[in-house]
Structures are given as C-alpha cells and as structure tokens.
C-alpha cells in the first residue's frame, strides 16, 4: 500500500522533518524503506533489520504489536537494531508509531537522533513529538484513503464508460433541469448529432415533448415506450425505456436507453419466426416451364419492381416467394408472410397497418405494429391477395404509392422501405371486370407476373418430387423403406394432382406412414389416388396380378439372401442350400442370376 503512494510519504517525510529538526524514516510492513530524509533518502527501497519482521527488532515488533516505542539509548539496546550493534550506522535514539490502515498496520515512521543535541531533543520531548508523529501517521492513511478513493473512483468510471460504450442501445441521461450530461456513441449516431453539440443541451430541443421530462416531475420510470420525433429533416422512430436517478430519495436526473424501432422490429422477427431462407435450388423440378419460370425469377429477384405470382394452391407460390427475397439486395431485411384468407376480415386492418394504443377495446396500451412497419427493410409476401375486402383494397394502394402507413387510430404516419410479393390462386383480371378487386391496384402489383404451372403441366418432375419426400419422410419417421413398386410410380405419373405438390407431399407422407414392408405399394397410396382416374376394371385384375408376382419375386429374393447368410457361399454351402430348399444346384445358381445375387 505505502509503495503504491511512496511520493506521499516522501512529503510526509520532509514535512516532519522540516518541523522537528530531526531525521524522519518511513518502511512498509516487508522492511522496506519508503521514504526518509538525510542518510535514509539514500536508502529508499532497501530493507531494514534485514528485512526479518520476527526476528525482535524495533520496526518488528512495531510491526507485530501494533504499538508505539521509544529507545533512549540505541547503541545499549540490544533489540533496537543489528546495524547499531555492528557499528555500521550512528543512531542514538528514536521514537516511532505504527501507521494504521483499515484496521491494519501498513508501516512504520520513525524520529532518529544521530547526535547528543537531538537525543536530547527527543529524550525531553518525547511526548508532543510521539502525538504529533501520530497525527502525521493519521495524515498520511488519510491521505492514502483519499488517493485510493480517487484511483478507486476513476477506475469505477472508467468501467462505467467501457459498458456504456459496449451497449448496443443508445444510452441518453439528463439532470435535474433535463439537460443532457452523458450520451454513448450508440446515441450519437441514432440522433445524428455529435457529443459536443448534445451535453449541455436541454433534452427538450432534440426530442420535443420527450416523456423523460415527466420522469422527473413523477420519479416513475416507463419501459419500452414507442416514441417518434423529428429534429430538420430527420425523423427518429425509438423504443424508449428511461429510469429515474435517484439520490437521497431525491429525483436528480434520467437515463434513457433506446433503439430504432426498424432494429426492434427486425429482432421480434427473428425471434418469433421461421427465416425461410430458401434459394432456387431448392425448388425442385427438371420440366422447361419450371425451369423458365426459375430463370424469370432470378433475373426480377436483384430489383424492386413489385411481383405478382399467380398459380394453383400447392405448386410452390409462396417458395418461389421466399426464394426471390432470399436472392435480393432485402435477404437481410425481414420476410414478414400475411395469409389474406386466413385472417378473419374484422382483424386484417390491424394486423396490416397496426393500430395505435387505445384504438378499439382490446387494444394494447402502447399500441400495436402492422406487418407492413414490421416488413420495413425487408419484403412483405401478401398471399391470397384475391381474398382483400374492397375497402383494404383502398388503404394498401395508399401504402403502395406513398410507401407510408398510418395505424388505425391514429394521424401519424410511419415512412416504410418495403418490396411487395403476392400471390393468388385466383383470376384477378376477371375479378376486376366484376369490380371485385380495384383495377389500380391490381395495376400496382401486376408490375412483374410470375406463373407457377401446375403439377400435372410438368409430370416429369414427379418421379423428382416423390424420391424427395420419400427420403425426407423415411428420414422423420425412421423407417426402412427403400423404394416405390413401378405400379405406385405409374399411378403417381398418371394421376392430375388437383392439389398439386402439397398433396403429392401429402400422399408420400400417409404412404410411409401406412407401409409396413420395405416398398410401397398400391395398398398403401391414398384411395382417391387408386380410384380416381385409374385404370379400367380388367386393367386393375392385371396390375393385381402383377402387383403379386412383383411380392413374390421379392419374397424368393429375400429367402435366398438369407440362406446364403446363414450357408455362406462356398460350392459346399450352395448344395446344402439347394437341398434345403428341395432344387437342384443349376436351379438354384438360375435363381441367383435371375435376383441378380451375387454368389461367389
């Protein structure tokens, strides 16, 4: 501790020394000397008593007894100090007190006469010099408490500015008159004004009307208040939380800590649902009209034009969807999906626009964002669009050609930087005849048409698709299946799929489900596969026949594997086998052949 603050204990030193007259030296609790004056200056940082704390010297037992001493004849005293017994220094006598710190001894300050005047000196006045060197000891702990206070407290704000810098939120604190007297770099950018400009203004210039003003007045804090100012020409669109400070049960000031409502909303997104980070390669499908419309798709997905894809429910719509956002200059913004028919029509207004707080009854407090504020950055994919009542119609074609939105409830509006993909399964453009869409509007998402065709358009692509989810539901619900009989295959090819890929999908997953032996077949295809559109009545006896004969070979093929397993297949072994199986040895090598089983 005393070497930390060795340059206080020099000035202490001196100071004691200038006063009394007299030689002054200070040592640490390991025998070190500190500071001194005289002959002892010269010695600072080598050891006293040789630097043996127990061995009964003075500084050692000043040290361990935690009292104060005084030697009247040092050159007598055979416990004073090995220096003085050997004649290597000329101290007569010396007065010294222990230097207290927390309840601990931290050193020693000593009063040493080298002459007959100052032993004299000591000797009649050893009293007032022993109070007055306890007072100086008392000077120099305090003196180091303050310092270490002072190191303690730097370091403390050091620390505090370190975390405050290391926040990823902007962090905001005024004073008691509401000026502004910390701001993190976070902050800094967020308002786009430099520190300088900011500390020492009142909070109420950047951010007008600012509820941190009331924290003050009421001492009640608030979390995670959606706030929205404008400073030129620049608006700011924060989540606030602000807290008082508090000192000696007074209110003395706030701190705010804040982020972009765009960043928030990003962050809900992500936590709250499924990234579909697809890309085209995942779409699957060999057939030229997929592969067109694939093409089509890569070259629109690098601008911002609004995209319209038409098709059936279940081809693919929504992938397509994903995988053109995925592939733009948005994939690391939000792709918010809104189902247009899923929602009820009574709810759909809030859930696009969002509302504001205390809108309609129910309504949360602080509000809600719509998908649109939520999709800012990123896509928003409006499915279903042919299902929008006509008077959502209106509001989504003021958001198109304002890219604004204002919440229900409210007068505000929020700037959003959104690109705009729907889909329908539906004939918009004879919807418009039948003015049951806008044609304006259906103009404004018509910009780029894409067309996902039909399952039964590319039937090539089905034996594709079927090996895809065989693997994938083989995979989900563990099961040893290998393959589907060529009977399953034909039906699949030969079937129109009204429901496209999402009921092929469906129909392998209740398949494997179904199936207990390692290939499917016809048995366990969904009914309305077998039934509808199959084959005439003689034809389905034949696939019967067929479909047996297919279970037999399997079966023969299955007995022979395992007898070569259990024989081995050595000549020896094939004759125990033919034997076993009641043929004759060419039979059974014919049989081999046939199951293309191999048996050397």
């Given at each position: 501790?005393?070497?930390?603050?060795?340059?206080?204990?020099?000035?202490?030193?001196?100071?004691?020394?200038?006063?009394?007259?007299?030689?002054?030296?200070?040592?640490?609790?390991?025998?070190?000397i500190?500071a001194?004056?005289?002959?002892?200056?010269?010695?600072?940082?080598?050891?006293?008593?040789?630097?043996?704390i127990?061995?009964?010297y003075?500084?050692?037992?000043?040290?361990?007894?935690?009292?104060?001493?005084?030697?009247?004849?040092?050159?007598?005293?055979?416990?004073?100090d090995?220096?003085?017994?050997?004649?290597?220094?000329?101290?007569?006598?010396?007065?010294?007190?222990?230097?207290h710190?927390?309840?601990?001894?931290?050193?020693?300050?000593?009063?040493?006469?080298?002459?007959?005047?100052?032993?004299?000196?000591?000797?009649?006045?050893?009293?007032?010099?022993?109070?007055?060197?306890?007072?100086?000891?008392?000077?120099?702990?305090?003196?180091?408490?303050?310092?270490?206070?002072?190191?303690?407290?730097?370091?403390?704000?050091?620390?505090?500015?370190?975390?405050?810098?290391?926040i990823?939120?902007?962090?905001?604190?005024?004073?008691?008159?509401?000026?502004?007297?910390?701001?993190?770099?976070?902050?800094?950018?967020?308002?786009?004004?430099?520190?300088?400009?900011?500390?020492g203004?009142?909070?109420?210039?950047?951010?007008?009307?600012?509820?941190?003003?009331?924290?003050?007045?009421?001492?009640?804090?608030?979390?995670?208040?959606?706030?929205?100012?404008?400073?030129?020409?620049?608006e700011?669109h924060?989540?606030?939380?602000?807290?008082?400070?508090?000192?000696?049960?007074?209110?003395?000031?706030?701190?705010?800590?804040?982020?972009?409502?765009?960043?928030?909303?990003?962050?809900?997104?992500?936590?709250?649902?499924?990234?579909?980070d697809?890309?085209?390669?995942?779409?699957?499908?060999?057939?030229?009209?997929?592969?067109?419309?694939?093409?089509?798709?890569?070259?629109?997905?690098?601008?911002?034009?609004?995209?319209?894809?038409?098709?059936?429910?279940?081809?693919?719509?929504?992938?397509?969807?994903?995988?053109?956002?995925?592939?733009?200059?948005?994939?690391?913004?939000?792709?918010?999906?809104?189902?247009?028919?899923?929602i009820?029509?009574?709810?759909?207004?809030?859930?696009?626009?969002?509302?504001?707080?205390?809108?309609?009854?129910?309504?949360?407090?602080?509000?809600?964002?719509?998908?649109?504020?939520?999709?800012?950055?990123?896509?928003?994919?409006?499915?279903?669009?042919?299902?929008?009542?006509?008077?959502l119609?209106?509001?989504?074609?003021?958001?198109?050609?304002?890219?604004?939105?204002?919440r229900?409830?409210?007068?505000?509006?929020?700037?959003?930087?959104?690109?705009?993909?729907?889909?329908?399964?539906?004939?918009?453009?004879?919807?418009v005849?039948?003015?049951?869409?806008?044609?304006?509007?259906?103009?404004?998402?018509n910009?780029?048409?894409?067309?996902?065709?039909?399952?039964?358009?590319?039937?090539?692509?089905?034996?594709?698709?079927?090996?895809?989810?065989?693997?994938?539901?083989?995979?989900?619900?563990?099961?040893?299946?290998?393959?589907?009989?060529p009977?399953?295959?034909?039906?699949?090819?030969?079937y129109?799929?009204?429901?496209?890929?999402?009921?092929?999908?469906n129909?392998?997953?209740?398949?494997?489900?179904?199936?207990?032996?390692?290939?499917i077949?016809?048995?366990?295809?969904?009914?309305?596969?077998?039934?509808?559109?199959?084959?005439?009545?003689?034809?389905?006896?034949?696939?019967?026949?067929?479909?047996?004969?297919?279970?037999?070979?399997?079966?023969?093929?299955?007995?022979?594997?395992?007898?070569l397993?259990?024989?081995?297949?050595?000549?020896?072994?094939?004759?125990?086998?033919?034997?076993?199986?009641?043929?004759?040895?060419?039979?059974?090598?014919?049989?081999?052949?046939e199951?293309?089983i191999?048996h050397?």
């Amino acid at each position: 501790m005393l070497r930390e603050y060795q340059h206080i204990a020099q000035e202490v030193s001196e100071a004691i020394s200038a006063a009394l007259q007299i030689e002054t030296e200070i040592v640490d609790d390991t025998m070190t000397i500190i500071a001194g004056t005289g002959k002892y200056k010269a010695r600072i940082n080598m050891k006293e008593e040789n630097g043996e704390i127990e061995a009964g010297y003075l500084y050692g037992r000043v040290l361990q007894t935690r009292q104060s001493y005084f030697v009247e004849d040092a050159p007598s005293d055979l416990s004073y100090d090995p220096s003085v017994l050997q004649g290597e220094t000329e101290e007569l006598a010396e007065l010294c007190t222990p230097i207290h710190y927390n309840g601990k001894v931290i050193g020693v300050i000593g009063l040493i006469a080298f002459n007959e005047k100052q032993r004299r000196t000591l000797v009649n006045n050893r009293l007032p010099y022993l109070t007055f060197v306890q007072r100086m000891s008392d000077l120099l702990a305090g003196k180091i408490a303050e310092q270490t206070a002072i190191r303690n407290w730097e370091k403390t704000y050091m620390q505090l500015e370190t975390v405050i810098e290391s926040i990823h939120e902007g962090i905001i604190a005024i004073d008691e008159h509401g000026v502004i007297t910390t701001i993190n770099d976070t902050a800094e950018k967020l308002i786009q004004l430099d520190k300088g400009s900011l500390i020492g203004t009142p909070i109420d210039r950047i951010w007008s009307d600012t509820p941190m003003l009331q924290v003050l007045q009421s001492g009640k804090g608030y979390i995670e208040q959606e706030e929205l100012y404008r400073l030129g020409h620049h608006e700011m669109h924060f989540i606030v939380t602000a807290r008082p400070i508090r000192s000696n049960g007074e209110v003395i000031g706030v701190v705010a800590s804040f982020r972009r409502m765009a960043d928030m909303r990003r962050l809900a997104y992500m936590l709250t649902n499924e990234h579909k980070d697809l890309n085209f390669s995942q779409i699957l499908g060999k057939s030229r009209s997929l592969s067109l419309i694939i093409r089509q798709a890569q070259q629109v997905a690098r601008g911002t034009s609004n995209i319209l894809i038409t098709g059936e429910s279940g081809t693919g719509k929504g992938m397509l969807a994903a995988a053109i956002h995925s592939s733009s200059s948005r994939s690391t913004g939000p792709l918010i999906i809104v189902n247009c028919g899923a929602i009820p029509e009574a709810l759909l207004e809030s859930e696009l626009f969002g509302y504001a707080g205390g809108a309609f009854t129910g309504a949360k407090r602080e509000g809600k964002a719509g998908k649109f504020e939520l999709a800012d950055g990123g896509t928003i994919f409006l499915d279903e669009i042919g299902d929008l009542p006509l008077h959502l119609q209106v509001k989504l074609l003021h958001v198109l050609q304002s890219k604004q939105v204002e919440r229900v409830g409210s007068n505000k509006v929020v700037n959003i930087n959104i690109r705009v993909i729907s889909a329908t399964n539906k004939n918009l453009e004879e919807m418009v005849r039948n003015k049951e869409f806008r044609e304006d509007l259906y103009f404004r998402l018509n910009v780029i048409p894409l067309h996902m065709p039909a399952l039964r358009e590319r039937k090539e692509d089905i034996p594709l698709l079927m090996d895809y989810f065989l693997a994938k539901y083989r995979e989900t619900f563990d099961h040893p299946l290998l393959d589907f009989t060529p009977q399953v295959k034909q039906l699949f090819i030969q079937y129109p799929w009204p429901g496209n890929v999402r009921e092929l999908e469906n129909a392998i997953e209740y398949a494997v489900n179904m199936e207990t032996s390692e290939y499917i077949g016809t048995d366990s295809v969904p009914l309305r596969i077998r039934n509808q559109n199959g084959p005439e009545p003689e034809e389905q006896s034949d696939v019967g026949t067929q479909l047996l004969k297919e279970q037999l070979k399997q079966f023969e093929k299955n007995i022979l594997q395992d007898m070569l397993r259990r024989h081995g297949r050595s000549v020896e072994a094939k004759r125990t086998i033919a034997e076993a199986l009641g043929v004759g040895l060419a039979t059974l090598y014919r049989k081999l052949e046939e199951h293309r089983i191999s048996h050397s």
